[in-house]
């Protein structure tokens, strides 16, 4: 089956760019899309088909899809991003949802 | 605005069926724009699908649980259940259900923990 590979962990400071790279083979031919899930909380959709937001995500949360790798950007990085983000494609092979491993972002 | 709620026994014995149910208001869980689905967390873990329920009523599971997993559909209660068989405590986890937009699931229930003990 289809497997995505995320970074357990990602560090940044407040105010910098935090960036989640979420692998996978030939991952750029498939829509990719990317969950924020708090301590405690249910996960929130805050990209969804590479690159595409929902509405009341800030413009800040940003997607991108190339090759074996699929990204989320975070710019200007605030203490409330703390959490844990997946990614998550549906395997055209198989037909089947998959996610990714899981990364934890800690601003220090 | 579309909420889902999860609701069934938060204890399961071994070996017994986990049942849950998800109650959609805001919406109606008969359009044929939109399905639903089921996921869970394992304690401290990712998230991993359960399966999906389609429209026309056909459904997708993740092959490490088809053999044990039923999700059916009610719309007269506009609700979707999960049913899990001859559970472990393997299977003790945070089960959300969503629901699926296409490929990506948009809207979320705030979930449930179910643990498996006798």
């Known amino acids: 089956s289809y497997v995505l590979t995320q970074p357990p962990s990602v560090s940044v400071a407040p105010g910098q760019t935090a960036r989640i790279t979420c692998g996978g083979n030939n991952i750029g031919s498939e829509s990719v899309h990317w969950y924020q899930q708090k301590a405690g909380k249910a996960p929130v959709l805050v990209v969804y088909d590479d690159s595409d937001r929902p509405s009341l995500i800030p413009e800040r949360f940003s997607g991108s899809n190339s090759g074996n790798t699929a990204t989320l950007t975070i710019s200007r990085v605030e203490a409330g991003d703390e959490a844990d983000y997946y990614c998550q494609l549906w395997d055209g092979f198989s037909d089947h949802c998959v996610f990714g491993t899981g990364t934890k972002v800690t601003v220090l | 605005q579309l909420q889902l709620q999860e609701s069934g026994p938060g204890l399961v014995k071994p070996s017994e069926t986990l049942s849950l149910t998800c109650t959609v208001s805001?919406?109606?869980?008969?359009?044929?724009?939109?399905?639903w689905g089921w996921i869970r967390q394992p304690p401290g873990k990712g998230l991993e699908w359960i399966g999906n329920?389609?429209?026309?009523?056909?459904?997708d599971y993740n092959p490490s649980l088809k053999s044990r997993v039923t999700i059916s559909v009610d719309t007269s209660k506009n609700q979707f259940s999960l049913k899990l068989s001859s559970v472990t405590a393997a299977d003790t986890a945070v089960y959300y259900c969503a629901r699926l937009n296409n490929i990506h699931f948009d809207y979320w229930g705030q979930g449930t923990l179910v643990t498996v003990s006798s």
């Open positions: 805001g919406g109606s869980i008969s359009s044929s724009t939109y399905y």
């Open positions: 329920i389609y429209d026309t009523g056909s459904t």
